[in-house]
Structures are given as C-alpha cells and as structure tokens.
C-alpha cells in the first residue's frame, strides 16, 4: 500500500516536471521556436483555436518564424491573435504567409525572462511541497489508524523526503537550462 502510494507521488512530481518543461518552452529567447506559439489561440469561426490547429508553423531559420494557414481567410486573424498576445512580435504577411522576425532579445529583456523562468520554478517546487505535505498527512493518518507501523511510516517519511529531494534538483536543472539558454 506504501509503495503505491509512493509510485502515485512519483507520477505526480513527475508531471509537475513536465509542466514546467512545457511552460518554459513558451518563453521566447533570442531563437526562432514554434513553441512559443503554442498558447496562442486564434478566433476561428467563433471558436478560440490554437494556431497549430488551423496553421503549419515551421522555422525557416534561427531568427524566423513561418505560418502558413491551411484557410488563406485566417491569414488576417491570426495575425491580429499575435499582435494582440505578449509575444512582442510583429508579423508581416504576404497573401499567403506569415512570416515572424524574432528579434534579438535586449539585456533586460533577458533579465525579465530569466525572472519568469524562476518564478515558474519556484511555483513548481510550492505545488511539489504541497503533494509532499499530503502525502506525509495521508501516511501518518495510515499509521494512526493502524493500517502501518510507525517503522513503516518512518521509511515511507523517509522515501517521501528524498523523491522530494531528486524532484526539487530536477527542477533547479530545468530552470538553469532554461536561464541559460536565455542568456545566450
């Protein structure tokens, strides 16, 4: 029941993880990464869309950005989505394409993200602290109602303190690559 309970924290720590890892790829650096877009939505018939449902978004190189819509009429929507998002970029179309210049980030602007890569980290350590704090009350009432002995729950304590541990070094590896990927 224990280790159960122990796999269960484990898959929860890890999607945590994984949340970041996602969130952080939103964060722009000096690069050319579709993932940037992909919390941007575009009105698509009344319907909010994300842009790489209506649209292939590829990189044409290091500092570019192309969309191309699969409806020429959407060409005016999504650019308006982009402009009106915090991307900070400013797309040019053709009729056909739409291309997105990303610019070379400035010093503060790095600082800023580097700020928000941390504060994403910090989060996430907070919901890690939160599943960790249920998972201690959810042993000790198991230990109280006699279902384990206080042995049992001291190691469970103990195993829940060190995937804490590893998933909280993860978590400070994500953020540093991150930072340092911005700093570039």
């Known amino acids: 029941m224990v280790n159960e309970l122990l796999d269960e924290l484990k898959s929860g720590y890890e999607q945590a993880v994984a949340a970041l890892r996602r969130d952080a790829a939103k964060i722009r650096t000096g ?8 919390g941007l939505r575009v009105d698509y018939y009344g ?7 209506i649209a292939a978004v ?6 570019m950005i192309t969309i191309q819509p699969w409806e020429k009429n959407m060409i005016g929507a999504i ?8 991307l900070g970029l400013n797309p040019s179309n053709d009729g056909t394409l739409i291309r997105l210049p990303v ?7 790095r600082k800023e993200f580097t700020k928000q890569v941390k ?9 890690v602290r939160n599943q960790r704090r249920d998972m201690n009350d959810m042993l ?3 230990q109280k109602d006699g279902e384990i002995t206080e042995d049992d729950l001291k190691k469970a304590l103990t195993k829940v303190q060190e995937q804490t541990d590893d998933i909280t070094k993860k978590i ?8 340092k990927e911005i700093m570039e």
Do not use: F, W, Y
């Open 31 to 38: 690069r050319a990464n579709p993932n940037i877009l992909e």
């Open 47 to 53: 319907t909010p869309t994300p842009v790489m449902q």
């Open 58 to 63: 590829k990189v044409a190189d290091a500092r």
């Open 79 to 86: 650019e308006k989505a982009i402009l009106a998002s915090d």
């Open 103 to 109: 610019p070379p980030l400035t010093g503060e602007r």
């Open 119 to 127: 504060d994403m980290g910090e989060k996430t350590k907070i919901a």
């Open 140 to 142: 000790k009432s198991l």
């Open 172 to 179: 400070d590896e994500v953020v540093a690559e991150k930072e």
